[in-house]
Structures are given as structure tokens and as C-alpha cells.
């Protein structure tokens, strides 16, 4: 009878064990096979402050025929940004990513450890959804309350922008 009963056990979390693996795949977003809109060009763009500390990042710039659908975020090199309107021309959208070099170095590092008290903890990145190429992204929209993801790929890099330094003051 207790042999029967572990028999039991033993099926029933064999069971348990691969309906979870099998749910775990859901969880990945499904891309549509074709973006649901015209996309006339792609492209990223890295630049670098010119000051010490002023930051770097790559912009993708993503220009699109006239929509009914608002593009909401891109998913690039895995990091994930909300997607803006270029003020100067509705149908492009720009991606804003910050990138490690040139950013302001605000960690104190000290054998007391009271002096280190302010320094921010490292963020945990979540698991990025997709894989990718460096010259692919996907962007998100909705339809319908129904979030829903397309990719691009063989996105053109275009050269760095080395923003100049800032001049002598002058009094």
C-alpha cells in the first residue's frame, strides 16, 4: 500500500515537472512573420560626450510611412527602450539606449565602510526575451489591448557622433 502510494508520488511529480517546462516556452513573445506597417528606414547611431562623464549611447532611428499604429518599444542588443516621436518629423521614432563608456563615475570605493554608504547597488538585468543580432531589434504596439511584437533586421549603422568638448569659459 505504500509502495503504491510512492508510485503514485513519484508519476504525479514526473507530471507536475513537465507541464512546468512545457509552460516555461510560452513566455516567449511571438513575433508576427511581417511588420504590420511600411518601414521606410532603420537605423542606429553611437555617439560619445565630448566631456568627461557626459555619457554615450546609441540611438536607433526607426522612419515609418504614415500609421494607424504607434510603435511603442524597441528591444536592441539586449536592452529595451520606449520608443519616442521625433518632434521635428512624426514618422520617425528614436530608441535611446546609454551605454557603460564615458558615463559619470559616482562610486566610492574605501576600506571604511561608512564612506561607501551612498554608492547605488548594481541593477540586475531581467532575462531579455529575445535573440538577437547586433543588426536586429524587434518593436512592440499594441492592437486591441493584444501587445504584439515584429522584427527588423540588417539595420545600417551609421558613423559615431564624438560630440566636442566644451570650450574655455569666457568671462
Given at each position: ?8 508520488l ?13 509552460s ?27 566631456v ?6 546609441i ?20 536592452e ?25 563615475k ?29 543588426n536586429?531589434?524587434v ?33
Amino acid at each position: 500500500m505504500q509502495m503504491d502510494f510512492l508510485k503514485r508520488l513519484f508519476t504525479s511529480s514526473i507530471l507536475l515537472l513537465v507541464m512546468a517546462s512545457f509552460s516555461q516556452c510560452s513566455s516567449v513573445p511571438k513575433l508576427q512573420k511581417e511588420a504590420p506597417i511600411s518601414i521606410a528606414d532603420v537605423y542606429y547611431q553611437e555617439w560619445i560626450a565630448g566631456v568627461q562623464g557626459g555619457g554615450s549611447g546609441i540611438n536607433l532611428f526607426i522612419s515609418v510611412s504614415d500609421s494607424d499604429i504607434t510603435l511603442e518599444t524597441v528591444y536592441f542588443r539586449g536592452e529595451v527602450a520606449k520608443l519616442e516621436v521625433k518632434p521635428s518629423n512624426p514618422n520617425q521614432y528614436i530608441g535611446r539606449f546609454k551605454t557603460e563608456m564615458n558615463q559619470p563615475k559616482d562610486i566610492i570605493l574605501s576600506s571604511d565602510p561608512k564612506e561607501e554608504y551612498g554608492n547605488k547597488m548594481p541593477q540586475k538585468k531581467d532575462k531579455f526575451p529575445f535573440e538577437l543580432a547586433d543588426n536586429e531589434c524587434v518593436i512592440s504596439y499594441t492592437v486591441n489591448d493584444e501587445i504584439k511584437y515584429f522584427k527588423i533586421s540588417n539595420i545600417k549603422n551609421k558613423p559615431v557622433i564624438n560630440y566636442p568638448s566644451a570650450g574655455p569659459k569666457q568671462d
